[in-house]
């Protein structure tokens, strides 16, 4: 079983950063044994992803529109991720999301919604223009 909780959401002016953070707890395997994604929820549209990262690190992914603003990282000592969000729009308004799927030694980049099965609560981020 795993546990997410995100955190670091809030209100910023266009071109500010934020850092969201997702603490994991997992009931069996360590979390290395897990890919992870960011996902978020703009009102009256789909979820899309965002970002994802492999179970090591080596490997990111990044939709179009956040290429060069965002970053993934994670911490598997910690049992933590991150996405920094640097040059914020307002089109990036959204509840965000962490997301995590078991994959044990696969290091594939796994970015669809469907690759995952546990999923956060999610956190608000808004950007004011």
């Known amino acids: 079983q795993v546990q997410l909780v995100e955190s670091g959401g809030g209100l910023v002016q266009a071109g500010g950063s934020l850092r969201l953070s997702c603490a994991a707890t997992f009931s069996s395997y360590d979390m290395d044994n897990y890919a992870v994604g960011w996902f978020r929820q703009a009102p009256r549209k789909e979820r899309e992803s965002v970002a994802a990262i492999s179970r090591t690190g080596g490997i990111t992914y990044y939709v179009d529109s956040v290429k060069g603003r965002f970053t993934i990282s994670r911490d598997n000592a910690k049992n933590m991720v991150y996405l920094q969000m640097n040059s914020l729009k307002p089109e990036d308004t959204a509840v965000y999301y962490c997301?995590?799927?078991?994959?044990?030694?696969?290091?594939?980049?796994?970015?669809?919604?469907?690759?995952?099965?546990?999923w956060g609560q999610g956190t608000q981020v808004t950007v004011s223009s």
């Open positions: 997301a995590a799927q078991f994959v044990r030694y696969d290091s594939g980049i796994y970015y669809r919604e469907e690759n995952y099965g546990s």
